[in-house]
């Protein structure tokens, strides 16, 4: 099989490394990739939301399946742009079409679809332009802390957990009357704050079966203790060690299968990945959100444990054969650190050359998520750059290991959290 992966980022270079692993992949192309996916396929210099180009590229070079790495591509309709030419409508796209993308692209829709499915999630009130005086008011008597979402994509910044009334009706009006996130926060919904801890996992379906991949928790924050700014991600650990078989059994049967159940209800065509945000409340899983794609920095955790050829699952995918695949997973554990540009998640400057990156072992992973090649060097071109991801018997070795590596590898204003899984450990 000719794969065309979409991304740039640590996520698709893990997907890379394992497509490239499966005696299926007879030539994998990524667009446009960074500095470490030529180790695995051949980087093309196509945007990813860039469709005419892609359709161009698929036809040229006979492409027989099309992943998707990101949201953007996915929340713009490339499942429907293929099914709606002729000449594309036989190559697989793995993704929801454009409408079951809005899970991911809008969080009223998301909440609406959890509501009509009875799936556990947060009370919440939405409001747009129209109703603005009414949700100051809502605000004014809504117990705090209260969640505060942009409901379009905004670049993982579309939420505020506000501590006083007068945080969070400041942050409604941003959204709502100073456009703060564009078109993404023309609607809001406001929501009740969950006391727990989070936890993300995967599905694989293909809008009526389902596989259930590793589960992963990632960590957010820039700062050590889970304190600072919000990021895409500094890292993460899989298996959870608070999801027991009881409560994963929970999940399925409260969260996943309802999900898969209601797109098939629905007739919402969804052929690839979706990912559950989930909090535990007291034993009970409870929707943050959904995405319609693998994590990042989760996907460099969940990919390593993954015994399954991908492509064999995603060929099932595409010809509905996926009921019949059962989930190998790797018993040890997977840990990944983020190594990312000094100033992120502010601004921060590119171009700082890296050195010291290692070769891959059988328990180890250097992956690229923003990088590029100038000339001989490696360089950092984003503000998440490199992330290491170890396999070890247990958690505590695994994250040693990774800490490690993350301290050889050097770039001028390098930093990464030393404290990845601390409260495991």
Same mark, same amino acid.
């Given at each position: 099989m000719k794969i065309l992966l979409l991304g740039s980022g640590g996520r698709e270079h893990a997907l890379a490394w394992k497509m490239a692993q499966s005696p299926l992949c007879t030539q994998l192309f990524i667009a446009p990739g960074n500095a470490g996916t030529p180790q695995y396929g051949q980087n093309v210099d196509i945007a990813v939301a860039d469709f005419p180009a892609i359709r161009a590229f698929c036809l040229e070079h006979a492409i027989d399946m099309v992943v998707p790495g990101p949201e953007e591509p996915l929340v713009k309709g490339i499942y429907d742009f293929f099914l709606q030419d002729e000449q594309l409508q036989h190559i697989p796209v793995m993704g929801p079409s454009q409408y079951g993308a809005q899970l991911e692209g809008s969080k009223a829709f998301a909440k609406q @679809?959890? =509501?009509?499915?009875? /799936?556990? +999630?947060?009370? #919440?009130?939405e409001f747009t332009e129209a109703t603005f005086e009414e949700g100051m008011a809502y605000l004014a008597q809504h117990p705090l802390p209260v969640v505060i979402k942009a409901d379009g994509l905004a670049a993982g910044? =579309?939420?505020?957990?506000? *501590?006083? +009334?007068?945080?969070?009706? $400041? *942050? @409604?009006?941003?959204m709502i009357r100073d456009a703060k996130f564009g078109d993404a926060g023309k609607k809001v919904v406001i929501e009740q704050f969950l006391t727990g801890i989070e936890m993300s996992v995967f599905a694989?379906?293909? =809008? !009526?079966? #389902?596989?259930?991949?590793?589960? *992963?928790? $990632? #960590? !957010?924050? /820039? =700062?050590e203790g889970d304190t600072g700014l919000n990021t895409g991600g500094m890292g993460a650990v899989s298996p959870v060690p608070f999801a027991d078989a009881t409560f994963m059994e929970k999940v399925e049967q409260q969260v996943v299968k309802p999900t898969i159940d209601g797109l098939s209800k629905e007739n919402i065509a969804y052929n690839g990945f979706v990912f559950f945000g989930l909090i535990k409340v007291g034993d009970e899983p409870f929707v943050i959100e959904y995405n319609c794609r693998m994590g990042d920095p989760e996907t460099e955790v969940v990919m390593p444990r993954l015994q399954n050829d991908l492509l064999e699952l995603f060929k099932a995918v595409a010809n509905g054969t996926l009921a019949q695949q059962a989930i190998q997973a790797d018993p040890r554990t997977a840990a990944t650190v983020m190594l990312v540009a000094g100033g992120y998640p502010g601004d921060y400057e590119k171009g700082k050359v890296i050195t010291g990156i290692p070769a891959a072992t059988a328990t180890q992973l250097v992956l690229h998520a923003g990088t590029k090649q100038v000339g001989a060097d490696v360089v950092t071109n984003g503000g998440r750059v490199l992330t290491v991801t170890t396999l070890a018997p247990d958690l505590a070795s695994a994250l040693a290991a990774s800490k490690a590596t993350a301290a050889q590898i050097q770039f001028e204003g390098k930093y990464f959290r030393k404290d990845i899984g601390f409260e495991f450990v």
């Open positions: @679809f959890m =509501g009509r499915h009875h /799936i556990p +999630t947060a009370s #919440y009130r910044k =579309g939420v505020v957990i506000a *501590a006083t +009334t007068a945080e969070a009706q $400041d *942050a @409604f009006q941003q694989l379906t293909d =809008g !009526k079966s #389902y596989v259930i991949l590793p589960s *992963a928790k $990632d #960590y !957010k924050r /820039i =700062g």
